[in-house]
């Protein structure tokens, strides 16, 4: 009896060990994103002593456009008042890191991953009425985009539970589209708002996309964005392994 009971103590005390030293999850916080309102958060699982999962839930609540002089570049029209115009996005990132470092999702590792992004936007357009007053016409709807990229990082545990991760550089490239839509426009255009109002949709030019839109009638539009999709990624997150 006591021999079982030694033994089951001395089991006990391996599994504890081996519980404390097999932390094979992160939950880490984008620190940098918070400047701009943006909460990331990343859920990540070893799989093997070198590869791991992630997933990464992005948003940011909507409001004023956090980069309005890029945006203004950009799109190059004079009848989008970026003022008034309003973004909120929720993105999804899932991806697959492969380190090169001796422990467990530890040193610097190359990351494959793909992203979904739904964009809320609200744009308003300029039209002029007929006593030449400037009036605007609120746009409002989503634009989503697909995209999948790769990504150079290093990863380190401080403190054995304190996660630190540096994202130093990635790129993601895909597609994107989406509708935004004017209706119930009140009060409604009369003929020269519409002609007015559909003017400066065609002279908005922002390319790489393809922007076409349409007055349907004196209470309606409809704008509609296609085209590539790219973007830069890199940052700092901070979290606990457990």
């Not at 009971?5 to 504890?16: G, I, Q, T, Y």
């Not at 290093?154 to 550089?169: E, F």
């Amino acid at each position: 009896m006591k021999q079982l009971l030694f033994f089951c103590f001395l089991l006990s005390v391996c599994l504890a060990g081996r519980a404390q030293e097999d932390k094979l999850n992160d939950l880490k916080l984008n620190v940098t994103s918070l400047a701009i309102n943006n909460y990331h958060l990343t859920y990540e699982r070893a799989l093997t002593h070198h590869v791991a999962l992630g997933l990464g839930v992005r948003y940011m609540p909507k409001g004023s456009l956090p980069f309005e002089k890029q945006f203004k570049k950009s799109v190059k029209s004079d009848k989008v008042n970026f003022d008034e115009f309003q973004l909120g996005n929720f993105a999804v990132t899932p991806e697959c890191r492969f380190y090169m470092g001796k422990g467990s999702m530890h040193g610097f590792y190359i990351s494959v991953y793909g992203r979904y992004a739904s964009f809320d936007v609200t744009a308003p357009i300029e039209y002029t009425t007929n006593s030449g007053t400037t009036e605007t016409v609120l746009f409002d709807g989503k634009v989503n985009s697909y995209s999948g990229g790769v990504m150079f990082g290093m990863q380190y545990t401080l403190w054995k539970v304190v996660v630190l991760d540096i994202m130093l550089i990635g790129g993601h490239y895909g597609s994107c589209s989406g509708t935004i839509n004017a209706n119930n426009i009140n009060p409604p255009l009369s003929a020269q708002d519409q002609q007015s109002l559909q003017n400066n949709i065609n002279t908005i030019n922002a390319k790489p996309f393809n922007i076409t839109g349409q007055v349907i009638s004196s209470t309606q539009a409809v704008i509609k964005a296609s085209g590539p999709w790219g973007g830069i990624r890199s940052g700092i997150n901070l979290g606990v392994r457990f």
